[in-house]
């Protein structure tokens, strides 16, 4: 029941700034945690934010902290990854992901559902 629509992705240069965008279908939005997530071709996917169901708690990857921000405008019912002082490295498919959550079995982030991803590349 829940459909997930990212944009935002692009070409930018490094150092420069960019914000994704992700639109959740669903009357459950307003309950469900969010999160990023992203992936290069060759390797497995890597978990990059999330956010709480509130809103009041946020998580990042130690690679993108102080360099990204995820938020959520609840009337809106849209995600937000913005992302500043972009690095080469960063370049990959970005997923917006429903219902994110820690797994303190699996001792990763998981995720119930997914968009399509966007590509992001950070290039001069």
């Known amino acids: 029941q829940v459909q997930l629509v990212e944009s935002g992705g692009g070409l930018v240069q490094p150092g420069g700034s960019l914000r994704l965008s992700c639109a959740p279908s669903?009357?459950?939005?307003?309950?469900?945690?969010m999160g990023w997530f992203r992936q290069v071709p060759g390797k497995e996917r890597e978990f990059v934010a999330a956010?709480?169901?509130?809103?009041?708690?946020?998580y990042y990857a130690d690679s993108v902290k102080g360099r990204f921000t995820i938020s959520r405008d609840d009337a809106k019912r849209t995600v937000y990854l913005q992302m500043y002082s972009l690095k080469p490295e960063d370049t990959a498919v970005y997923y917006c992901?429903?219902?994110?959550?820690?797994?303190?079995?699996?001792?990763?982030?998981?995720?119930?559902?997914w968009g399509q991803g966007t590509q992001v590349t950070v290039s001069s």
């Open positions: 992901a429903g219902d994110t959550q820690y797994s303190d079995f699996d001792h990763e982030w998981i995720s119930t559902y």
């Open positions: 669903g009357r459950t939005f307003s309950s469900l945690p």
């Open positions: 956010i709480s169901d509130s809103g009041d708690a946020t």
